[in-house]
């Protein structure tokens, strides 16, 4: 038997499932997500007994990691899917979700988008405005198809997280503000095509402060009570996402006060809610495993270069993100502090700074961890540069989880133009 998740094997080697790291790195080459299936099964059934005692439904964030088959996997758990494009509807109904488990959220949804949506009775659109609203009701009334509609409400609410992944301050572009939620909940029943269904909240991502989700959450079912007082309906609440994970220690995030949160706030009360979380269902079930390029030492500084790049994992870079990196092989001469940095030419093609790490040798691996969440979605071809290969490790087995467009592919998708 295993441990959960990654762990080292009798000889030192990180593992998953039975399997060596380092054979799956040489096998599929480098760089090389891996994915654990019973870290993402386990991390599901957390958030679900968190919430087992309400009336409540699971949307995987699909922006969190968008591959059909990390999907297809959490669709088979039980969840539904919390989408911001019609790419990812898309990639939903191909991983086999149904589109009356598929609430759209996002603030700038275009009209394409908002019809084939409609097209294709997804379950609810989360509306961030009351021109979005006219948009989509300018839509359902023109093709006749009904709109199930949420509001989703700013509450001008700062978590402590950082700046680029808050979304619940009033100076964001996100939600509507808390003071005109009722007048277009209001507005919603004039219109015809239009489902009023209830209200939601998203206030960022990486929380750990849970008092942050219930000052939230509570000012969330007060409106909804006022709006229920004057005589509408509010059969639901979104919940949005936003729970964190250990990226410096691997520690599993403890539910329990999140559990309390929303037994306080809602075991009494009538409405259905859903949970948008991302991140805290898929992060610590990915790493990223790359191989060391060439060790390169200044005067001031040792500088490890791997093979994987920015254009791979950018939340270092981007959100000045932590990730542990360990060695794939353990190696007993002792350590070095260093920058380990990737091939491309930018100077924050960097996965960490002044890391202490164990010594390294060229075309050795490297794992840099909990990177299941907002990286491989996150990449990009830059400096003419592959995507990494991405593998899944389910009941012991590795498979193949897509194919990556050679440099051939990619070049061979552009037209030349004749300037003849
Ligand atoms: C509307 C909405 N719901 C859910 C999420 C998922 O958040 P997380 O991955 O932090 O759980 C996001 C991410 O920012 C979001 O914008």
């Known amino acids: 038997m295993h441990c959960l998740g990654y762990y080292r094997d009798t000889t030192g080697e990180l593992s998953v499932q039975g399997i060596k790291i380092s054979y799956l790195a040489k096998k599929y080459g480098t760089p090389l997500y891996i994915y654990d299936s019973e870290i993402m099964k386990d991390r599901y059934h957390a958030f679900l007994n968190a919430i087992k005692e309400v009336k409540g439904n699971i949307h995987y964030a699909v922006k969190a990691n968008d591959s059909i088959n990390i999907i297809k996997y959490f669709s088979k758990l039980g969840c539904g899917a919390d989408i911001v494009s019609i790419g990812e509807f898309e990639k939903c109904i191909a991983a086999g979700i149904a589109p009356e488990k598929i609430i759209f959220s996002g603030v700038g949804k275009d009209k394409n988008e908002i019809e084939t949506a409609l097209e294709n009775n997804i379950l609810q659109f989360n509306i961030e405005s009351q021109e979005e609203l006219y948009d989509i009701h300018y839509i359902a009334s023109k093709i006749k198809k009904n709109a199930n509609i949420c509001l989703r409400v700013n509450p001008d609410i700062a978590p402590d997280t950082h700046k680029k992944i808050s979304t619940g301050e009033k100076e964001t572009k996100f939600g509507i503000d808390f003071e005109n939620v009722k007048a277009i909940y209001e507005k919603l029943h004039q219109l015809d095509f239009i489902t009023p269904v209830g209200l939601g909240v998203h206030i960022g991502s990486q929380i750990f402060d849970f008092n942050f989700f219930y000052k939230a959450y509570l000012n969330l079912r007060n409106l909804a009570d006022e709006i229920k007082k004057v005589g509408f309906s509010v059969p639901t609440l979104d919940l949005g996402g936003g729970i964190g994970v250990d990226y410096k220690n691997d520690t599993k995030t403890d539910l329990t006060n999140y559990k309390n949160i929303i037994l306080e706030l809602f075991s009494e009360s009538n409405f259905k809610l859903s949970f948008e979380p991302g991140r805290s269902l898929i992060a610590e079930a990915g790493i990223l495993v790359t191989k060391v390029i060439r060790n390169k030492k200044t005067k001031d500084k040792n500088f490890v270069i791997v093979d994987a790049a920015m254009n791979n994992l950018i939340r270092p870079t981007l959100y000045d993100a932590f990730h542990k990196i360990e060695n794939v092989q353990t190696n007993k001469t002792g350590e070095i502090v260093a920058d380990i940095v990737g091939p491309i030419c930018e100077t924050g093609d960097y996965f960490a700074l002044d890391r202490t790490i164990n010594h390294i040798n060229k075309n050795q691996y490297l794992a840099i961890k909990t990177t299941g969440a907002y990286s491989s979605v996150m990449s990009s071809n830059y400096n003419a540069r592959t995507d990494a290969i ?31």
Do not use: P
Not at 396 to 402: A, C, E, S, V
């Open 390 to 420: 991405e593998i899944m490790i389910v009941n012991g087995q590795d498979h193949k989880m897509k194919e990556v467009d050679t440099i051939k592919d990619i070049i061979s998708k552009e037209t030349l133009i004749d300037f003849d």
